[in-house]
């Protein structure tokens, strides 16, 4: 994807139009680091149209619910076990379509901010509890 296509249609047409959902100043976007979303193009357009971003570090999938969603529906994909390319395309339906509720939404986004919390504090966690201070500065 170009900078300029993502740009005039995911920002202007999906993000910009979001931003009355969120209290001023509440809403940051967080993208990963896809050329289209780090390029000068892309970081100047969403400076004139005043969208705040979160820096997302290289190399991060367990900050990013997308990663857990496309891990999901490969699972999901391995389990049914479609024969052809119209089942496979029916399979991926049926994932978007039953497994993707909010509620499934609201637990990817909960399991990253926790990722992101755990990465922040400087301890070494082991499910979520700190299991020693080894990487505590």
């Given at each position: 994807m170009k900078s300029a296509f993502y740009c005039n249609h995911?920002?202007?047409?999906?993000?910009?139009k979001s931003g009355?959902?969120?209290e001023a100043g509440q809403f940051q976007l967080v993208q990963?680091?896809?050329?289209?979303?780090t390029s000068n193009y892309t970081k100047s357009?969403?400076?004139?149209?005043?969208?705040n971003t979160f820096m997302w570090p290289p190399q991060s999938p367990d900050w990013n619910p997308p990663e857990f969603a496309w891990r999901d529906l490969k699972r999901y994909i391995e389990d049914k076990s479609p024969k052809s390319m119209a089942e496979l395309q029916d399979t991926i339906h049926e994932f978007w379509a039953t497994k993707v509720t909010p509620a499934y939404c609201r637990k990817i986004i909960?399991?990253?901010i926790n990722n992101i919390k755990k990465s922040y504090d400087g301890l070494?966690?082991?499910?979520d509890k700190p299991r020693d201070t080894l990487y505590q500065k």
């Amino acid at each position: 994807m170009k900078s300029a296509f993502y740009c005039n249609h995911n920002i202007k047409e999906i993000v910009a139009k979001s931003g009355h959902l969120f209290e001023a100043g509440q809403f940051q976007l967080v993208q990963d680091n896809h050329p289209a979303h780090t390029s000068n193009y892309t970081k100047s357009y969403l400076e004139n149209v005043g969208i705040n971003t979160f820096m997302w570090p290289p190399q991060s999938p367990d900050w990013n619910p997308p990663e857990f969603a496309w891990r999901d529906l490969k699972r999901y994909i391995e389990d049914k076990s479609p024969k052809s390319m119209a089942e496979l395309q029916d399979t991926i339906h049926e994932f978007w379509a039953t497994k993707v509720t909010p509620a499934y939404c609201r637990k990817i986004i909960r399991h990253s901010i926790n990722n992101i919390k755990k990465s922040y504090d400087g301890l070494n966690h082991e499910k979520d509890k700190p299991r020693d201070t080894l990487y505590q500065k």
